[in-house]
């Protein structure tokens, strides 16, 4: 609950809370239609050529994947710890919560940054060196679905990195944030971890079973 | 509070199962159904962190709309279009049969 | 200024220019929408006075063939993503929202102001996209012309287009959440007047419809400037998917349109027929099941282009099913009239224009929503009149029903009824004048965004083109007597009409925060005695 006023359309805080935790899922339901709208080109190419888009797919780094699933997972239990802390007003605990998804945040783009290196190395990047002639067209269409979606999820990320840096600072301040906007941020960085989930199995866990 | 907390981590490591499962379970031979597994697991890993970790399990009817909507309208999205992709079929006219027939090299793609 | 109690208005709290342009005003972010979407609705008029000019005569005579491409797509995304789109939610919605369900802003006022910015910048974009010398791959961007061969400047006009779909998302989550939140206390959601329910709906198209587009439009970007081919064939791409993609937003986005403007004539006829709706409960469900049911009917814009046969089966009965909805709304319209007692002020004139020409519109969707007829009328003139129906004789006109009747709310001022009355009349024949030929045209064959056409087609496109003059005049007149009511117009009182609703209830123009005491809402809208006597929502605030 906030310990501010309420803004002056609002007659209480808990409906100031209650339109914020609203505003904030309308949207991340439009994050849903906009991710997913590359998932739908995603689908028309993988119903259409599935054998070609299993053998791209194999060239995925499945450990740096799966590691980097983990890192965002833990930096998810790290951002709902530091809501409770707010909420307890426990601040240098949920400073430290905070500084510590962000932490992980930066690490997983690290590691996808080291991922995308390697991709480069093997002539993997369409637009610049892809080697169509190698690994055919099909191919550099899932490779340009591969980092269309990290590339976009990863800018939601370091948008998320920022506003949870900021929270983190801002706890330990004269002014600390509200629970709710704790919360709020929250829901948003969840969001890109949702996102996440269900990248990875399309893109690394594909045409894994031969 | 501990209880809380205890919720979230505990909610933590579910995940982290779930995540050695569906990366093991790719590497099983299940041919299709591979492909099933991995997005049936993805939606329990969401749907965890949907329910606990956005705290959808304590959020009124309402906010659950709302955060179903984004998804079902997606798969209206998903549905409709793989409506057209699944049923169509590849229809011929003379003269690609003939050149498929007959193909002779360096013939342009298209 | 208002004289004698003193009181503040919306209008006259701060004049300076810093107070508009950094307002956090519903009522005065609406008025800085009217001012841009009324410029860029002139400025697509001007491209469609160009094209009606250019097809007077058979040959090219007036631009190259060229020029006249980019003609008629200036046209179109000027006139859907700058004026439509905008317009009734924008300008009428973020007016009148807060005030018909009692509250003092939207949920978000910076959203709000943030969101005209967007719509400015975006606007201003595609504008220098135009005068640099504009586009030439119709509004519809179909690869792999855009991607591949068009030589106009689409990059930037769709940068322009991309930023104001953000300020679309943000004006719909801000109503859906007000909408949630903000009622005055007895506003229950069967009380509510059909225009927020309107609004309602049009807000979770915007919402949920949107984001596609702007992941479409990236893609298509990213095919143009790096080369690699997503919908290109010699990849093994499909330019069937940019179709799909583009009208899983698009289709929902023709209802974004219409939907407001239903929901203005809903506001409208009970008033001017001094008389309960008829069917409330199905006039607000029906206005859900249009715009939930019109995501499922896309693919009817792509029968013929190689979309599978059975998903088009599925598409063309669907759409059927969409029609059902808005037909239903027109008997309820018609049915609250019957032993009505009508007046016909100016606002009901465009009503029954509207419903007159969404009907003809709406039925000449059917036609096309038959697979075998669209077959032959697809790509011509049948299309362009059927959605010139809706969009300008359904759309449009109830766009000007709303302005006329909540102009003296707005501004405190009453515009000459004379003048209205003739205007809407005369946009009612011109607007025949020049889209009923179009029908015919397209039967005939006439293809669509074609410049030059057999002489045998001549006389329907003269009639046409004369229509659109008149149709001008229609446009232009409110232009000027709207300029003389703000300046010498008679005041307006309260409740000009006499009408239900709670905005109704608070002075004209309405002071800062809508209302000096929160309303408490009592009954449900539309509330008529037997002797036509508004029976108000809530006692006077």
Not at chain 1, 153 to 168: D, K, N, Q
Not at chain 2, 79 to 103: C, G, K
Not at chain 3, 9 to 17: D, E, M, Q, R, W
Not at chain 3, 95 to 108: E, H, N, Q
């Amino acid at each position: 609950m906030s310990e501010q006023p309420p803004a002056f359309q609002f007659a209480t805080a808990a409906q100031q809370d209650e339109a914020s935790t609203l505003g904030m899922w309308t949207f991340l339901a439009t994050e849903v239609l906009f991710f997913g709208a590359l998932l739908a080109g995603y689908s028309a190419y993988r119903i259409t050529h599935p054998a070609e888009f299993a053998e791209a797919a194999r060239h995925t780094k499945i450990v740096l994947g799966t590691a980097n699933t983990a890192v965002l997972l833990t930096s998810s239990a790290f951002i709902a710890t530091a809501v409770e802390m707010t909420n307890a007003g426990r601040r240098r605990a949920a400073a430290l919560c905070l500084a510590l998804t962000a932490a992980l945040g930066i690490a997983f783009i690290a590691i996808k940054g080291w991922e995308y290196s390697l991709e480069y190395g093997e002539h993997l990047v369409p637009a610049l060196n892809f080697d169509a002639d190698r690994y055919g067209g099909i191919a550099q269409l899932f490779f340009l679905f591969y980092f269309f979606a990290t590339g976009l999820h990863a800018l939601h990320l370091a948008i998320g990195i920022a506003l949870v840096g900021g929270l983190a600072g801002k706890s330990v301040s004269d002014r600390p944030p509200e629970t709710i906007t704790v919360r709020m941020i929250g829901l948003y960085w969840h969001f890109v971890d949702v996102v996440w989930i269900f990248l990875f199995p399309l893109i690394y866990l594909v045409g894994r079973n031969q | 509070m501990s209880e809380a907390l205890k919720r979230i981590w505990l909610c933590w490591a579910a995940l982290l199962v779930l995540l050695a499962a569906t990366t093991g379970a790719a590497f099983l031979p299940l041919g299709g159904f591979n492909a099933f597994v991995a997005l049936a697991i993805a939606v329990c890993k969401a749907l965890l962190v949907l329910i606990v970790f956005m705290e959808l399990r304590r959020s009124s009817g309402l906010v659950r709309a709302f955060a179903v909507a984004g998804f079902f309208w997606l798969l209206i999205l998903l549905t409709l279009t793989s409506a057209d992709y699944l049923t169509r079929r590849d229809t011929t006219v003379p003269w690609q049969a003939e050149r498929d027939a007959h193909p002779s090299a360096g013939s342009e793609a298209l | 200024m208002m004289h004698g109690s003193g009181t503040e208005t919306y209008l006259n709290a701060g004049t300076s220019l810093r107070s508009w342009l950094l307002t956090t005003d519903h009522k005065r972010i609406a008025l800085l929408y009217f001012a841009s979407i009324t410029f860029f609705f002139f400025v697509g008029g001007i491209a469609a006075t160009m094209i009606r000019l250019e097809l007077v005569t058979p040959a090219g005579d007036l631009v190259s063939a060229d020029g006249y491409n980019r003609l008629f797509t200036m046209h179109g995304i000027i006139m859907v993503w700058f004026f439509l789109i905008p317009s009734i939610p924008a300008t009428l919605g973020n007016f009148m929202v807060p005030m018909m369900i009692g509250a003092r802003d939207l949920a978000f006022p910076r959203l709000n102001l943030l969101s005209w910015y967007l719509y400015i910048i975006g606007g201003l974009i595609t504008l220098t996209a135009l005068l640099l010398g504009g586009v030439d791959t119709g509004w519809t961007f179909y690869e792999p012309f855009s991607t591949a061969y068009s030589n106009g400047y689409v990059v930037l006009t769709i940068l322009g287009i991309f930023i104001s779909g953000f300020s679309s998302v943000l004006t719909g989550l801000n109503f859906i959440v007000t909408i949630h939140k903000l009622r005055a206390p007895g506003l229950t959601w069967y009380r509510l007047p059909v225009f927020i329910w309107s609004t309602y709906s049009t807000s979770l198209i915007l919402v949920l419809a949107t984001p596609v587009l702007a992941m479409t439009l990236l893609m298509l970007t990213a095919e143009r400037v790096l080369h690699v081919g997503i919908f290109d064939p010699a990849l093994g791409g499909d330019p069937l998917l940019f179709q799909h993609m583009f009208w899983f937003y698009s289709h929902p986005a023709v209802y974004i349109m219409i939907l407001p403007s239903m929901g203005v004539v809903s506001e409208i006829v009970p008033c001017f027929a001094r008389k309960s709706l008829f069917g409330y409960k199905f006039v607000v469900w029906c206005s859900i099941a249009i715009g939930a049911i019109g995501f499922l009917v896309w693919g009817h814009h792509m029968f013929v282009s190689g979309q599978s046969l059975y998903a088009s089966i599925v598409f063309s009965f669907l759409t059927y099913a969409v029609a059902v909805p808005s037909a239903i709304k027109v008997f309820n319209w018609v049915a609250t009239m019957h032993k009505g007692w009508i007046h016909f002020d100016a606002p009901m004139l465009y009503a029954f224009g509207f419903i007159g020409l969404f009907t003809m519109g709406g039925i000449t969707g059917l036609f096309l929503a038959a697979l075998a007829v669209d077959v032959h009328v697809t790509d011509t003139y049948f299309v362009v009149a059927h959605f010139h129906y809706i969009m300008v004789g359904g759309a449009v006109m109830g766009y000007f029903g709303g302005l006329h009747y909540w102009w003296p709310k707005i501004t405190g001022r009453l515009y000459p009824e004379y003048w209205a009355r003739f205007a809407a009349i005369l946009t009612f024949f011109g607007f025949n004048l020049t889209f009923f030929p179009q029908y015919v045209l397209g039967v005939l064959g006439m293809p669509r965004r074609y410049q030059v056409y057999p002489p045998e087609f001549q006389i329907w496109h003269v009639l046409s083109s004369a229509g659109a003059s008149i149709l001008a005049v229609g446009y232009a007149l409110p232009l000027f007597y709207f300029a003389w009511s703000i300046l010498k117009g008679p005041r307006a009182p309260a409740n000009q009409w006499n009408a239900t609703g709670l905005e109704w209830l608070t002075r004209s123009p309405p002071p800062p925060h809508n209302f000096s005491t929160t309303p408490e809402v009592v009954r449900g809208p539309y509330c008529y005695d037997l002797d036509g006597n508004p029976q108000p929502q809530a006692a006077h605030v």
